[in-house]
């Protein structure tokens, strides 16, 4: 195993397993700490999580596949998540994936070759009065639409 978390990190998470009255209930804010220390979370962060937390890897790998949010590795510089659920659909979501993956040149999960992009279609993003909505990274794009996908597209690889 070859991630372990910094000795910072790891006395933050032993506050935050302490908040809880059984150490697996911290399974979600540890894996957001092994991303934040590396960026995104593989196979060693789901093992030292799980051997730290008391709970089997198989239950960290579940935890972490159900949840669209966390970085995986090989996941593009702006990781853009387009939500797919009924009232996003009901705006045009398919029509905005289908203009980000036209502009990106790539189809749902897969990453541009310069590594800056990852497309997804997720379920909901909580922000169902304001369909269609995206997130890209840790920011929510609200009311989108075809239209405004080249622009959007611009705007992040001019921030690079």
Wanted: one cysteine or more.
């Amino acid at each position: 195993m070859s991630f372990t978390f910094t000795p910072e990190r790891r006395a933050r998470l032993d506050e935050v397993i302490g908040r809880y009255p059984r150490k697996e209930a911290a399974l979600l804010p540890a894996l957001r700490m092994a991303e934040e220390q590396a960026g995104c979370v593989d196979y060693d962060a789901m093992e030292h999580v799980a051997e730290i937390l008391g709970v089997s890897p198989a239950k960290v790998l579940g935890v972490f596949t159900f949840y669209t949010h966390y970085r995986r590795p090989g996941t593009g510089r702006h990781l853009v998540q387009v939500c797919a659920t009924l009232p996003c659909a009901l705006r045009g979501a398919e029509g905005v994936f289908d203009a980000f993956a036209k502009e990106l040149g790539i189809g749902k999960d897969e990453t541009t070759k310069d590594g800056l992009f990852t497309l997804k279609k997720v379920e909901c993003l909580a922000s169902c009065g304001t369909a269609v909505c995206v997130q890209i990274n840790d920011d929510y794009v609200e009311n989108v639409t075809p239209d405004k996908v080249a622009g959007i597209v611009k705007d992040l690889r001019e921030k690079k």
